[in-house]
C-alpha cells in the first residue's frame, strides 16, 4: 500500500563512451531491458552514473545510485569466448563512483580481431522505469546525457 504513495524521481545516465548509440533491441541483451547501448569510438569507460559499485564480473559491473536505482554496465557481449584480458577494471566493490570516473579499459582491436561484439550496454536492473525517454541518437560524446527516465523511491 505504501508504494502507491511512493514519489517519482528522474534519473538520468550519461554516455559511458563515446561512440554510436544503437537499439537496444539489436544489442546483445534481453529485449525488455530498460537502458541502452554504443558501439565505443574508444575504449575508456566511464560510469553512466554517481554511485557505489556493488557487483563486478569479467565483462559487467553494477552501480546502484541515487534512490536505489541500480545501472548494469556490460562491456561486450556476455556469452561471447573472450579472453577476459580485453577488459580491465579500475574499480572495486564498494567505490563510489561519478561520471567523470573511469570504469574500465577496453581492448577494442583484440575484440574487434576475435571478431567479437564491442558494444558497451546500460541496463537499469532493480526497477521498471516509467516515461524512459531516449534523449540522443546517432554520435555522442562521452558524459553526454543519453537517457532520462522516472523512477519509484
Known amino acids: 500500500m505504501m508504494k502507491l504513495f511512493q514519489r517519482k524521481h528522474q534519473l538520468q545516465l550519461v554516455a559511458p ?81 561519478d561520471d567523470s570516473t573511469l570504469l574500465a579499459n577496453m581492448d577494442l582491436n583484440a575484440l574487434h580481431e576475435a571478431n567479437q561484439a564491442t558494444t558497451i550496454t546500460c541496463i537499469i536492473t532493480n526497477q521498471q522505469p516509467s516515461d524512459f525517454e531516449i534523449e540522443k541518437r546517432g554520435l555522442v560524446s562521452q558524459g553526454g546525457v543519453i537517457e532520462r527516465c522516472k523512477i519509484r523511491a
Open 17 to 97: 563512451v563515446g561512440g554510436l548509440v544503437v537499439d537496444i533491441r539489436k544489442s546483445p541483451v534481453k529485449t525488455d531491458a530498460v537502458g541502452f547501448g554504443i558501439e565505443p569510438m574508444v575504449g575508456e569507460i566511464q560510469a553512466p552514473l554517481a554511485g557505489t559499485v556493488t557487483q563486478l564480473s569479467p565483462q559487467n559491473v553494477t552501480i546502484r545510485g541515487t534512490h536505489n536505482c541500480e545501472v548494469t554496465v556490460q562491456l561486450g557481449q556476455p556469452e561471447a569466448n573472450v579472453a577476459f584480458n580485453a577488459f580491465s577494471w579500475n574499480v572495486a566493490v564498494g567505490d563510489h563512483v
